[in-house]
């Protein structure tokens, strides 16, 4: 097999898994409903009390917890799914690798992004929120990493696999409105906001608003290096528990 | 994608599994299954059917002995054995918002055909399943037999060399399950191998070229179900309905209110009969559950 074909048959699988894992985003459109009017719900709230700096740190609360929710809470939960269903056993038992079947889930699950986006893109540009949304865009490729590996170890560990929905759900909406996700760090006593900091969402969020230039709570270094020691811990674990067959 | 040995389809020797648990799923399973044929794993629930399917298809590595697929070793060449393979799980439960054409065309390009080549073979698979008039309704509103019938057109779309199908006819309606049958036999036809499970006897003897009965996780007899019928010391069985007493034959189970009794030729078939005075009276050939409950040593 050629270096053309082993490429074009593994685009051809990840397009497959990406296929059939985002065909209850075509029949249930209501979910899609309900994810723009939060993300409108959440404009208003930040528009209404804090006019133009509200609306800066709305954008980069919709990106940080959209990404968050789309790699922990829709791809962990879909692949719980699959596993219950016996899906997964089947997918196994093919050429696809564990890579490939990742990938396949992660590009369905941000068609459903993609489509709340629209929701926040007019708003970035009429209320010249772009660089805020370019930054917590840059962030969140990296957030969406580790959700997604999170996710993983969820949907991998969860011995009940009706159970994984209630554990990712929890985790993806308690960490996306609990710390200065959509509000500042800065807002936060004292040490508290430097210890929140080892929350994920929250050192997204505050990298994001350090690199649009909406100053900063704590020196850059801290999200940084938590941000980076959440995603290489995570895949390590990962790559522990993700079994592909041959258990 | 030609087998490396153009040999067996699947040979497997001492296979078993240890779970952590410390319970063994399988512990000593030898079969072989050649291209062309069908095989058909033949036991009660929890007889390690499953588990031997897990292991021939790298979903479980077993824990003793060796199995090789398509001439490829099942662990050191699990990837070549993937490519060459297709499994219906037990219990598959397909994706209630996908439709049918949905399901088999993803489920081909998973397997790396293109979207052009996948939709064209669904179309004959999911005709030869009787499935292409509901090819746009979603799984959900299909029936428990179409849906069952959904994920077999999956994998035997799929032109693997070797179908694994977990129970592909549980709960399927006779005419559904005619049309499995005849799918897998033409499936095979075309040099082909498909290794199914079971515990309908009935449905080993009529779809099977070769029957392995595995009980407790071991293999107890393998063979045609010819060979398997030829090897038992009866021919014939009398069903007498009706609490009989004093009656002489080879083999007598009692089930209640009714007897099998199991004779060696017609005469004593006939013999036995003419003994009872029960009005419903029912001579026959012995099958292949005679053969497993005599392997066992079951029916009481």
């Not at chain 1, 629209?118 to 949304?133: D, E, H, K, S």
């Not at chain 1, 580790?146 to 985790?171: C, D, W, Y």
């Amino acid at each position: 097999m050629g270096v053309g074909e082993a490429v074009c048959g593994g685009l051809r699988r990840v397009c497959g898994v990406a296929y059939l894992a985002s065909r209850w985003i075509v029949r249930q459109p209501i979910w899609l409903v309900q994810s723009v009017a939060v993300t409108l719900g959440f404009f208003a709230l930040l528009y209404a009390w804090g006019g133009r700096a509200g609306v800066s740190n709305f954008v980069i609360g919709a990106v940080v917890a959209g990404m968050w929710g789309v790699g922990i809470n829709i791809v962990g939960q879909d692949i719980g799914w699959y596993r219950l269903m016996r899906l997964y056993d089947m997918f196994v038992a093919t050429e696809l690798t564990p890579t490939q079947f990742i990938l396949g889930m992660f590009l369905s699950s941000i068609v459903f992004e993609a489509v709340t986006m629209t929701a926040y893109l007019p708003i970035a540009l009429v209320f010249g929120a772009v660089r805020q949304l370019v930054a917590s865009l840059a962030v969140g490729v990296a957030e969406l990493t580790l959700a997604i590996f999170l996710g993983l170890v969820v949907a991998m560990r969860v011995s009940a696999a009706t159970n994984v929905s209630s554990v990712t759900n929890t985790l993806s909406s308690v960490l996306q409105v609990l710390p200065p996700v959509f509000y500042p760090a800065h807002l936060l006593p004292g040490t508290v906001k430097y210890a929140v900091m080892a929350v994920p969402t929250a050192a997204a969020a505050e990298l994001a608003r350090q690199l649009s230039g909406l100053g900063a709570s704590v020196p850059v270094a801290v999200p940084l290096a938590s941000l980076n020691a959440w995603i290489l811990s995570a895949f390590l674990v990962a790559n522990k528990v993700v079994r592909w067959g041959m258990g | 994608m030609g087998a490396a040995v153009r040999g067996y389809a699947v040979e497997a020797e001492g296979l078993g599994k240890l779970y952590p648990n410390g319970v063994w799923g399988a512990r000593d399973v030898n079969l072989t299954a050649r291209y062309g044929e069908v095989a058909v794993l033949l036991g009660p629930n929890g007889a390690g059917k499953t588990t031997t399917v897990g292991m021939l298809t790298t979903l479980l590595k077993p824990s003793k002995g060796r199995a090789r697929v398509a001439g490829y070793d099942v662990v050191r060449d699990h990837v070549e054995v993937r490519e060459r393979v297709a499994l219906c799980p037990q219990d598959i439960s397909i994706d209630a918002n996908w439709t049918p054409l949905e399901a088999v065309t993803g489920y081909l390009m998973i397997r790396g055909f293109s979207m052009g080549e996948a939709v064209n073979e669904a179309k004959y698979w999911l005709d030869v399943l009787d499935l292409w008039g509901v090819r746009h309704r979603l799984v959900r509103v299909l029936s428990g037999g179409q849906r069952k019938r959904v994920a077999v057109a999956m994998v035997l779309a799929s032109n693997a060399s070797v179908l694994f199908l977990d129970e592909p006819t549980a709960g399927l309606d006779v005419e559904g399950r005619y049309r499995v049958w005849r799918a897998l036999r033409e499936f095979v036809r075309g040099g082909k191998c498909v290794v199914m499970t079971t515990h309908d006897m009935r449905e080993a003897q009529l779809v099977a070229d070769q029957v392995v009965m595995i009980h407790k996780g071991v293999t107890v007899a393998s063979g045609t179900p010819e060979e398997l019928m030829r090897a038992l010391p009866y021919r014939f069985k009398v069903i007498i309905k009706g609490r009989v007493d004093g009656l002489s034959a080879s083999k007598i189970l009692r089930l209640g209110d009714r007897v099998v009794a199991y004779a060696r030729d017609r005469e004593e078939a006939l013999r036995i009969a003419g003994s009872v005075t029960a009005s419903d009276v029912v001579i026959g050939e012995v099958d292949l559950e005679d053969a497993y409950l005599e392997v066992i040593g079951g029916g009481g």
